[in-house]
T-cell receptor, first 114, second 114 residues
Framework: GAGVSQSPSNKVTEKGKDVELRCDPI?????LYWYRQSLGQGLEFLIY????????KSGLPSDRFSAERTGGSVSTLTIQRTQQEDSAVYLC????????????FGPGTRLTVL | GDSVTQMEGPVTLSEEACLTI???????????LFWYVQYPGEGLQLLLK?????DKGSNKGFEATYRKETTSFHLEKGSVQVSDSAVYFC?????????????FGTGTRLTIIP
């Protein structure tokens, strides 16, 4: 079946602009995660959605970052007023349910802030 | 908080050599342990996992044993191939604390030369 998909695969933006990154999880997966992979910080957790529960936003680095998940499926990560330090690969992952422990990753969106 | 420490890279080996990539962890609960692999130009893929002490995960000739007494999950392969060249990430998911986010090590870049 189809895996996790993300779009765009690459995004180049200017400092101060807003960007939206999209994630389509595997169909039927209730849990969705966003991570960031950067040279300085490695792979770090950003936010977690589980079903209809309130998201766990504990990993978001600043209030410029937000995410939503509509209808329990597609998720959008929004970065406002982008900064150069936001340049990274943003990864989305989904997990079948609260019991399963394996997360399945998408190919990522490479964000470059000039 | 939770943390994962893995062997610094890069690691360069000749084909058919033995591989060990060390990984140790700190966790407050009862973590599941994972090795993820990122091949050049591709997304993160689960390589193997173990969910409790003394479990051995294995896949594609790679093995890792969950050692609670030494808080370790070292990745091993008896005879590496050129196709194993990739970046390897050790990770844990601390079950019972809600979001079960993955905490990653810094990654180890492995290059196999013919």
């Amino acid at each position: 079946g189809a895996g996790v998909s993300q779009s765009p695969s690459n995004k180049v933006t200017e400092k101060g602009k807003d960007v939206e990154l999209r994630c389509d999880p595997i169909s039927g997966h209730t849990a969705l995660y966003w991570y960031r992979q950067s040279l300085g910080q490695g792979l770090e957790f950003l936010i977690y959605f589980q079903g209809n529960s309130a998201p766990d936003k504990s990993g978001l680095p600043s209030d410029r970052f937000s995410a939503e998940r509509t209808g329990g499926s597609v998720s959008t990560l929004t970065i406002q007023r982008t900064q150069q330090e936001d340049s990274a690969v943003y990864l989305c992952a989904s997990r079948p349910d609260v019991v399963a422990d394996t997360q399945y990753f998408g190919p990522g969106t490479r964000l470059t802030v000039l | 908080g939770d943390s994962v420490t893995q062997m610094e890279g890069p690691v360069t080996l000749s084909e058919e050599a033995c591989l060990t990539i060390n990984c140790t962890y700190t966790a407050t609960g009862y973590p599941s342990l994972f090795w993820y692999v990122q091949y050049p130009g591709e997304g993160l893929q689960l390589l193997l996992k173990a969910t409790k002490a003394d479990d051995k995960g294995s896949n594609k000739g790679f093995e890792a044993t969950y050692r609670k007494e030494t808080t370790s999950f070292h990745l091993e392969k008896g005879s590496v191939q050129v196709s194993d060249s990739a970046v390897y990430f050790c990770a844990l998911s601390d079950r019972g604390f809600g979001n079960e986010k993955l905490t990653f090590g810094t990654g180890t870049r492995l290059t196999i030369i013919p």
